[in-house]
């Protein structure tokens, strides 16, 4: 968990735990910028695998907007190396060097990545939890201020106030955990060999289907963390859902929408769901159990899944996780 109060980070596990009348119990507070959440939710399977613990609470939570844009600015960067900050990096600056080479290696246009955003405003709009309520165009997209060229407004995740929890079990159910990875990439960004590519998802990828005993094609559902609106096109393609720069025509074509070959982002994903940025990665593992348990309701996939699979990164992919859930596993 991660939570401020007006004098800085709150001690908010025991807040919880006397809350919640849970003294006698045992509590872990992890932290991981974005992918705190995942981090959290990992360390709950461990510790039920330990064979110690029954039964696990995992909270995740985040408060933002009380927080001026320039302070929240500068506590993102802490994820970042502190040479890069130094020398005046942001998140946006960082991701839009990472677009702005994929672009370049694959000969796109800046405008493909246009229709991402589009992509997660609309599932955002079926989704009563989303921060975002209503759909975008095309054109409303390409006309909005420019952030870090090629990125624009509505490519980059707005400052969100959220939270969630989910409870663990030993056993098997609606929603088991099948397969769980996690990798690291170069923390500085000009130490990466390749800006067009998160190996960090490539590595909790390759952890999760082997430890799945599964391949990418039996992935029915996907919840990517597309901090900034392009990075979902890349995570398809890391993943191994498809090709190097075909990510984009998958968005082109529906074929991630509800109804279409695999559903990417139902909840709106952190574009359209939003980014209170600690929960980010347990909300990504939430939305995949609400499909696969049939109860996502208005933002439910066309088929009820059997597998689905959560992605999580903290920083600009410094340290990536994978989570694949199923139905009705051992």
């Not at 998140?91 to 796109?108: E, F, G, I, K």
């Not at 390409?142 to 870090?148: D, K, L, T």
């Not at 094609?217 to 392009?230: G, I, T």
């Amino acid at each position: 968990m991660l939570a401020h109060g007006p004098y800085g980070p709150e001690a908010f596990l025991p807040r919880l735990a006397g809350r919640l009348s849970l003294e006698s119990a045992n509590g872990l507070r992890v932290e991981s910028a974005s992918a705190t959440g995942a981090m959290a939710f990992h360390a709950a399977v461990l510790a039920l695998e330990s064979g110690r613990f029954e039964r696990a609470l995992v909270v995740a939570a985040e408060k933002m907007t009380d927080r001026p844009t320039s302070v929240i600015t500068k506590e993102l960067s802490a994820s970042l190396h502190t040479s890069e900050v130094a020398t005046g990096a942001t998140m946006p600056a960082l991701a839009a060097l990472v677009v702005s080479q994929y672009l370049d290696r694959y000969h796109l246009p800046a405008t493909v990545v246009d229709r991402a955003t589009v992509h997660a405003r609309e599932m955002a709009a079926r989704n009563p939890y989303a921060h975002f309520q209503k759909p975008v165009t095309l054109e409303e997209v390409g006309a909005s201020r420019p952030v870090s060229l090629p990125l624009r407004l509505l490519h980059c995740s707005a400052i969100s106030d959220g939270a969630t929890a989910v409870v663990l079990e030993r056993g098997k159910g609606p929603a088991t955990v099948l397969g769980l990875g996690q990798g690291f990439d170069a923390f500085r960004v000009v130490d990466r060999p390749d800006l067009s590519t998160f190996t960090a998802t490539r590595l909790a990828a390759r952890q999760a289907y082997e430890a799945a005993h599964l391949t990418r094609k039996e992935l029915e559902v996907l919840e990517v963390h597309d901090a900034f609106s392009p990075f979902g096109m890349i995570h398809l393609e890391d993943l191994g859902i498809c090709g190097p720069g075909e990510g984009p025509s998958w968005f082109e074509k529906g074929w991630t929408s509800l109804e279409g070959r695999l559903p990417v982002n139902p909840s709106g994903g952190v574009i359209g769901r939003g980014h209170p940025v600690a929960a980010s990665g347990l909300c990504e593992i939430a939305e995949v159990a609400l499909q696969l348990r049939g109860e996502a309701e208005k933002h439910a996939v066309h088929r009820r899944p059997k597998v689905g699979l959560a992605h999580a990164i903290s920083g600009i992919g410094s340290h990536n996780f994978v989570t694949i859930l199923g139905r009705e596993a051992s």
